[in-house]
C-alpha cells in the first residue's frame, strides 16, 4: 500500500525558514493534484496550497501567499513546501496530500513550531 512520507519541520524563530518534503513510498499513477494542508491546535485542517500535476497550475491560502512556495517532481512523487517569514501562526501541523482518480492520500503530519 502507498503511503507519503513528509520530512523536514521543526522549531524555528519567526522569521525564519524550513522546507517540507512528501514523498509517496511506492509508485503512484495518475496523480492529478499535490498539496499541502495544515491544522493548528483548536482548529479546522485548511489548504496551503496545492498544485497540479499537469499545467502546474497552483492555489495558496491568502495567508501564506508570498511567504511560501510549492513545488513537485513528478518523476519521484515529490512535493515540496519552502517556507520563509515564518510567522507564529504558520505553527501547526503540515500534511500533504495527493488526489485523482479514485485517490486521496494524506500522510501523517509533521509538525512545524514558530516561537521565539
Given at each position: 500500500q502507498v503511503q507519503?512520507?513528509?520530512?523536514?519541520?521543526?522549531?524555528?524563530?519567526p522569521g525564519g525558514s524550513l522546507r517540507l518534503s512528501c514523498a509517496a513510498s511506492g509508485?503512484?499513477?495518475?496523480?492529478?493534484?499535490?498539496?499541502?494542508?495544515?491544522?493548528?491546535?483548536?482548529?479546522?485542517?485548511e489548504l496551503v496550497a496545492d498544485i497540479t500535476s499537469r499545467g502546474g497550475r497552483i492555489n495558496?491560502?491568502?495567508?501564506?501567499?508570498g511567504r511560501f512556495t510549492i513545488s513537485r517532481d513528478n518523476a519521484n512523487n515529490t512535493v515540496y513546501l519552502q517556507m520563509s517569514?515564518?510567522?507564529?501562526?504558520?505553527?501547526?501541523?503540515?500534511?500533504?496530500?495527493?488526489?485523482?482518480?479514485?485517490?486521496?492520500?494524506?500522510?501523517?503530519?509533521?509538525?512545524?513550531?514558530?516561537s521565539s
Open positions: 507519503l512520507v513528509e520530512s523536514g519541520g521543526g522549531l524555528v524563530q509508485r503512484i499513477f495518475s496523480i492529478d493534484a499535490m498539496g499541502w494542508y495544515r491544522q493548528a491546535p483548536g482548529k479546522q485542517r495558496y491560502a491568502d495567508s501564506v501567499w517569514s515564518l510567522k507564529l501562526e504558520d505553527t501547526a501541523v503540515y500534511y500533504c496530500n495527493f488526489r485523482g482518480f479514485g485517490m486521496n492520500l494524506w500522510g501523517k503530519g509533521t509538525l512545524v513550531t514558530v
